[in-house]
């Protein structure tokens, strides 16, 4: 069970705009930075968005992050088949004391 | 060229240890706290330890706290990870990586060791 929840699947059609969603607490989102990874299958995770809503060098303006309260989301704009792989949030619990991740969103792209 | 190298895994029985090394080049690495991150076999990522930029303040999930030790030396732009009283729950594919949200470029991954605890 996982601090961060994340819906385990989504899907979208190629073009298509998708959201996806992860849940926390006062103690993790609700007090700090929000980062999102996208891990595809057999590499490493890569940072997508940083620091709740900003893009690291390189990474296209169709991802975009933001957050509300003890909730953040990934948006993924124009989908493409590349996309596909498995998003990740990720952020410093103070409870804790460490980094907490979500469950990871295996993403489709139909 | 950006990279982090890991190396050190491999297979050991339960109860045993491993020492996992980290070595990063292309970046300053002085300049980011550190961690190590696992993945179990098809599973989740999960956050392990890290370390600041002096080698001064660690912290650890509460699984592994009193069994590993996560150290650096700058000089070598090296980290490394002590494991012991290795159980079979930490088989993983352990990841080396500069997750620091005090900047927005250097988040930095290696590709990984495998570490398989089994009898």
Redo the contacts between chains.
């Keep these: 069970q996982?601090v961060l929840t994340q819906s385990p699947s989504a899907s979208g059609t190629p073009g298509q705009r998708v959201s996806i969603s992860c849940s926390g607490r006062n103690s993790n989102i609700g007090t700090?930075?929000v980062?999102w990874?996208q891990?595809l299958p057999g590499?490493?995770?890569?940072?997508l968005i940083?620091?709740d809503n900003?893009?690291?060098?390189g990474v296209p303006d169709r991802f975009s992050g933001s957050k509300s309260a003890t909730s953040a989301s990934l948006a993924i704009s124009g989908l493409r088949s590349e996309d596909e792989a498995?998003y990740?949030c990720?952020v410093?619990d103070e409870s804790?004391?460490?980094?907490?991740?979500?469950?990871?969103t295996d993403l489709t792209v139909l | 060229e950006v990279q982090l190298v890991e190396s050190g895994g491999g297979l050991v029985q339960p109860g045993g240890s491993l020492r996992l090394s980290c070595v990063g080049s292309g970046f300053m690495f002085s300049n980011l706290w550190m961690s190590w991150v696992r993945q179990a076999p098809g599973k989740g990522l999960e956050w392990v330890a890290n370390i600041n930029q002096e080698g001064t303040k660690t912290n650890y999930v509460d699984s592994v706290r009193g069994r590993f030790t996560i150290s650096r030396d700058n000089a070598k732009s090296s980290m490394y990870l002590q494991m012991s009283s290795l159980r079979v729950e930490d088989t993983a594919l352990y990841y080396c990586a500069s997750m620091d949200t005090s900047t927005v470029d250097d988040d930095y991954w290696g590709q990984g060791t495998l570490v398989t605890v089994s009898s």
Excluded: D, H, I
């Design positions: 996982s700090n930075y980062s990874y891990q590499t490493a995770p890569k940072l940083s620091r900003q893009r690291p060098s498995v990740y990720a410093w804790l004391t460490g980094w907490v991740f979500g469950g990871g």
